[in-house]
């Protein structure tokens, strides 16, 4: 009789406990964790994509409308009204082709920036890597990216422009535009937790970044002084690598593509860092 009411509490007593703690070391970002939630952050990037869509009257073509309406802006104020050189092509395939990775790259931070507010229900109910939020947002614009791609090419046919084998470093710029939408949002998505002002302030640092950037005009206009404190802006070479990649133009400066990718390593590097360390306040404060 004894043993066999023993028996229960001997195996409640056996039975393995879990404890899920984050790490706490300043240089253990666990990244592996990420690599391992795969199919979670495909499922959020998705989940946002549909979110963002659902009960719209025209759908998908609200992604081609907003670079369509900027190029023809652009258009009339720079090519038109200023005369703004456009390194010998057509201005409307001309900044087209420069809204095409700065329309991903600027989304990308408006979604993540405020992504972990957005989820704080989740943040605060479920164990998983909070990195897989921001990344999520991140990836989720390359839908919307592929749709003005496509659009991009109807424009090439149009001015009877054939890409060379520079098309082949295409995906390269394309992944730096989203390794750098990702350094900057890990340090906007973990500000935003705990300083809601950041997620006011994004829509006007990108107003300011867009015009730093080499879209209405050619980086060529940048006096050859302010050229390497230009390279700092990594989204210019990414610009200046997509009008190469597709329309043909001069080669971007090497060294000043160097400049901008450690840039990118040190603000990625940086915002990891930062971004696991606070991590561990993120369901208090959110």
């Known amino acids: 009789m004894s043993s066999a009411s023993g028996m229960p509490g001997y195996a409640a007593s056996s039975a393995p406990t879990v404890v899920i703690e984050p790490s706490r070391g300043f240089m253990d970002l666990d990244l592996m964790s990420l690599y391992r939630s795969w199919e979670l952050v495909y499922f959020l990037a998705w989940r946002d994509v549909k979110v963002r869509y659902k009960q719209t009257a025209i759908g998908i073509v609200w992604a081609v409308l907003q670079p369509l309406a900027t190029m023809l802006i652009f258009t009339l104020l720079f090519s038109r009204l200023s005369g703004m050189p456009s390194d010998g092509l057509p201005y409307p395939i001309f900044s087209f082709a420069a809204l095409l990775p700065w329309t991903f790259f600027s989304q990308a931070i408006s979604r993540s920036g405020s992504s972990l507010v957005n989820n704080a229900a989740l943040v605060t109910k479920v164990y998983f890597p909070r990195l897989a939020i921001p990344v999520a947002a991140v990836l989720a614009p390359i839908v919307d990216f592929v749709v003005t791609f496509a659009i991009l090419l109807v424009m090439m046919a149009y001015y009877r422009i054939s890409p060379g084998w520079p098309l082949l470093t295409l995906p390269l710029f394309l992944l730096m535009s989203a390794v750098t939408a990702l350094a900057v949002s890990l340090w906007l998505s973990a500000l935003c937790v705990r300083y809601r002002d950041v997620a006011v302030v994004i829509p006007f640092l ?34 200046e690598g997509f009008r190469w990649a597709l329309l043909g133009t001069a080669m971007p400066d090497l060294r000043l593509l160097a400049v901008s990718g450690a840039a990118v390593v040190v603000l990625l590097v940086g915002g990891v860092i930062y971004f696991r360390q606070t991590e561990l306040t993120f369901a208090d404060v959110v």
Do not use: D, H, K, T
């Open 206 to 239: 990108l107003q300011v970044w867009q015009f730093l950037s080499p879209i209405a005009y050619p980086a060529s206009v940048v006096p050859e002084r302010w050229r390497l404190l230009y390279s700092l802006n990594p989204i210019a070479g990414v610009i």
